[in-house]
């Protein structure tokens, strides 16, 4: 069992960045590939970006390409999303979620409860 704690969302003007956290307990973090993704009001959930499980390789929507960063630290048991040059389209509800494979494939094992963005123009 793995519980996934986000933080760090907030409230930022068009231009900003913010960093996000995904903190997991548990002492197999590091066999688990790990992935953001992010539910706007009236959408539906979409993949943001996903890490595999040494940290080694990395994907992102199109959407978000060159703007943010997902990076890990297994000693820490903790995932990042790096937001920079925000966009009001950003804004939603943002998730961590993990899965037993090496590389993240989108077959989510844990959730967690997420964290508010909010990107004002």
């Known amino acids: 069992q793995v519980q996934l704690v986000e933080s760090g969302g907030g409230w930022v003007q068009a231009g900003g960045s913010l960093r996000l956290s995904c903190a997991a307990s548990?002492?197999?973090?590091?066999?688990?590939?790990m992935g953001w993704l992010r539910q706007a009001p009236g959408k539906e959930r979409e993949f943001v970006a996903g890490?595999?499980?040494?940290?080694?390789?990395?994907v992102y929507a199109d959407s978000v390409k060159g703007r943010f960063t997902i990076s890990r630290d297994n000693a820490k048991n903790t995932v990042y999303l790096q937001m920079n040059s925000l966009k009001p389209e950003d804004t939603g509800l943002y998730y961590c979620?993990?899965?037993?494979?090496?590389?993240?494939?989108?077959?989510?094992?844990?959730w967690g409860q997420g964290t508010q963005v909010t990107v004002s123009s």
């Open positions: 979620a993990a899965e037993s494979r090496k590389y993240f494939t989108g077959n989510y094992d844990y």
């Open positions: 890490i595999s499980s040494s940290g080694s390789s990395t």
């Open positions: 548990g002492r197999t973090f590091s066999t688990y590939a």
